[in-house]
Structures are given as structure tokens and as C-alpha cells.
């Protein structure tokens, strides 16, 4: 990697961290809330517990990540959720808050991530990404029902 490459990338980072904080010290306790299930999402993806997807998902999910071919449901989720879980770890990750909008029961976080994992030949790699999720209110608890996003391309 030139040094330029390597001096841009950090450069990246170092912007998205410091946006990422200076807008999160300015949350409401409701955004702070709703970062606080992003992350509680993410940490339980990490830590193999799949009932995130029966417990934060909404039955009418559409998701799309960057590595497929076309939006999922919630059924596709749990599938590739577990052949990911039987196939990989999260070795490592972190969350870089950029945005909560919420309008009365609709709620759009935007972040990017960092994120080291290791595949079943113990090959690892570290990626970083970003993700847009939408948010519903049903009976006073937030669901995802969408999100969109995914890794950065490899240079």
C-alpha cells in the first residue's frame, strides 16, 4: 500500500471518528437509545446469538448488503445469519455514529464500521463499510424493518 493510500485511509477514519463523536454528543436520549440497540445488534451478531433476529427484526424486513444480488426477507436473513456463524468470526469491530433521524414512529441511523474477521481456514481480514437501517416503533419497542449497505469495495 503507497503511502498516500495508507495516509488517505487513515485520514477516513479519522474524519468519520470525529463526526461520528461530535454528532453523538448531541443526541437526544431517544437517539442515544436507538444507537445503543444499533450496537446492541451488532455485539449480539458478534457474539453468535442469533435471537436477534426473532427479537430485533421486524417480520417485514427488506435488506440489502452489498455482496447480493437483490433485497432479502427476514427468512433469508436467518439463513445466511447462521451459515455465517458456522463459518466465520468477528474477531473485532467498532461503530462509527453518523446520523439518528427519527420522525414519529420511523427511525434512519447512519454509520460506517470497522470490522476483523476470521473465515473457517483461519484466514483473516479487516474491512470497514456503512450502513443506512430503518427503524419501526411497534408496541413501544424499535424493530428494523430495512437497511442497506455493506463493506467498502477492496482496492
Same mark, same amino acid.
Given at each position: #500500500?503507497?503511502?498516500?493510500?495508507? =495516509?488517505?485511509?487513515?485520514?477516513? +477514519? ?22 445503543? +440497540? ?5 455485539? #449480539? ?7 436477534? /433476529?426473532?427479537? #430485533? ?38 461503530? =462509527?455514529? /453518523? ?14 464500521? #470497522? ?13 470497514? !463499510? ?8 411497534? !408496541?413501544?419497542?424499535?424493530? =428494523? /424493518?430495512?437497511?442497506? !449497505? !455493506? ?5
Amino acid at each position: #500500500m503507497s503511502m498516500r493510500a495508507l =495516509f488517505s485511509k487513515c485520514l477516513l +477514519f479519522a474524519l468519520v471518528a470525529v463526526a461520528g463523536a461530535a454528532s453523538a454528543q448531541t443526541w437526544t436520549p431517544e437517539q442515544q437509545e436507538l444507537w445503543k +440497540f444499533e450496537e446492541l445488534q451488532w455485539q #449480539m451478531a458478534k457474539d453468535k446469538d442469533l435471537s436477534w /433476529i426473532d427479537k #430485533m427484526v421486524h417480520p417485514n424486513l427488506s435488506y440489502w448488503d452489498s455482496d447480493q444480488q437483490s433485497p432479502q426477507n427476514k427468512a433469508s436473513l436467518a439463513r445466511w445469519n447462521r451459515y455465517n456463524s458456522a463459518n466465520a468470526t468477528v474477531l473485532e469491530q467498532e461503530l =462509527f455514529p /453518523i446520523s439518528a433521524t427519527m420522525t414519529g414512529n420511523v427511525a434512519v441511523l447512519q454509520y460506517r464500521y #470497522m470490522v476483523a474477521r476470521e473465515n473457517a481456514k483461519k484466514e483473516r481480514e479487516t474491512a470497514s !463499510g456503512r450502513y443506512t437501517d430503518v427503524l419501526v416503533k411497534e !408496541g413501544g419497542r424499535w424493530l =428494523f /424493518i430495512a437497511w442497506a !449497505g !455493506g463493506d467498502d469495495p477492496k482496492k
